[in-house]
């Protein structure tokens, strides 16, 4: 088996949400949820087993999105032991607000990513990442992480954040790095559904405002997820091999481009779909041909997913937001307005 073959399938199960962001993209007309169906969520994980252990895959990892999966624990808890019987990494996507659902099976769970668009009251709820006028505290979710690390020591955190029109000017590195994250990841707002997006001005700002990898480095955990470490490297020196911490990577970031056609995602009725067009577009059902059959009614760059782990596609975007702002521009540094002063 190839052990440099590694692949994240993420499965939005569920389109229902206590929470309603205006630039979620998660919509898909209130599809059948397909993971109500034991027998055929069966199918749908062996046949994603089937297909990437036959090309010598050697990780597997299913990622749970919503929607809000946590708020069905008995469904996810589903999903997650089918995954677990073939052998597969399973990871969750959450907002945060019923994080203490998964406590019974987190010891299962490879990791979490926790939305977290700002650490503001009033922004929170400009964005609507709230439920009844109700939002998560910095103090509510640092006491969540740490209630399901005491369950499972390994498990990875990761936070993601959508940088959008509310939340651009804030500075949230400072606190993230109190958390001890493992992977901070900061996506772009994609024009979606009438939705037009963000500016440059407003998506290089919150970059230049928060690109801090040094500052999150600090006791980051050794934790490193496989698929990542097929294309990050850890810079750590012989001295420090023992130590509890390494200079991995703990910021990734993702334009638009990056985020089109370089997932592989399956909608609640069990179809492959992909953005990149004002419409999603689907597969057939997962349930009824083969993954193979599946992929090839779809667009998948598997160039754009490995390129979204790697340093240098990430170093190219805080250039990017420098350039913006004309931070160490040369040009400028050799600007000398001082001359002589003459009678003339």
Known sequence: MNLNKSIVINWHVTERCNYGCKHCFAKW????????????VERIIANISKHFRSQSYSQIRLNIVGGEPIMFPERLWNVVETAYKHNMETSIITNGSHLENIRPFAH?????GISVDSLDHQTNLNIGRESEGKTISFEQLHQKIEDIRKVNPDIKIKLNTVVNTFN???ILVDRFAQLHIDKWKIFRQMPFNGNGGISDYKFYAFIRNNYNEEL?????P??????EALYMTDFVSDEKKDDETSNKQVIF???NKAMTESYLMISPDGRFFQNGSKEYSYSRPLTE???EEALSDIKFDSTKFEERY????????????NAFFHVNDDDIGDFDCFCELSDD
């Open 108 to 112: 299962l769970i490879s990791q979490v």
């Open 222 to 227: 050794v934790h490193q997820d496989p698929i």
């Open 310 to 321: 790697e340093q240098w596609s990430i170093t190219i975007a805080v250039n990017e937001a």
């Open 253 to 255: 970031i993702e334009d």
């Open 29 to 40: 007309g209130k599809q059948a949820e397909i993971w109500n169906n034991s027998a055929d």
């Open 289 to 291: 041909v083969s993954l």
């Open 216 to 220: 999150l480095q600090k006791n980051v």
């Open 168 to 170: 651009y000017n804030e």
